[in-house]
Nanobody, 116 residues
Framework: QVQLVESGGGLVQPGGSLRLSCAAS????????MGWYRQAPGKQRELVAA???????NYADPVKGRFTISRDNAKNTVYLQMNSLKPEDTAVYYC??????????WGQGIQVTVSS
């Protein structure tokens, strides 16, 4: 079992920044891939950014150049730095961990609201 706890969400004005954190209950160096997903009201959950065990990153087109995913193995934490936020970034953001041997694990989700 892997437990994931997100933090750092909240309300921010358009153009502002937030940093989300996802703390894992196991060494993230043993996790094959971690990512951030989001789900807006009435929409399907979508991938925002992912980082593989080797460090390769992947971003959804709408966030490229604005969001950065990173990790701190010593703290077993993955981050999502979100800059130049737009109202369309408003959603519940979920942390995901994927292990080849046992599949997907999800955090409880955290609200991000971009509004003036």
């Amino acid at each position: 079992q892997v437990q994931l706890v997100e933090s750092g969400g909240g309300l921010v004005q358009p153009g502002g920044s937030l940093r989300l954190s996802c703390a894992a209950s196991i060494k993230i160096s043993s996790i094959n891939a971690m990512g951030w997903y989001r789900q807006a009201p009435g929409k399907q959950r979508e991938l925002v950014a992912a980082i593989a065990g080797g460090g390769t990153t992947n971003y959804a087109d709408p966030v490229k150049g604005r969001f950065t995913i990173s990790r701190d193995n010593a703290k077993n934490t993955v981050y999502l730095q979100m800059n130049s936020l737009k109202p369309e970034d408003t959603a519940v953001y979920y942390c995901n961990a994927y292990l080849y041997i046992s599949g997907d694990y999800w955090g409880q989700g955290i609200q991000v609201t971009v509004s003036s």
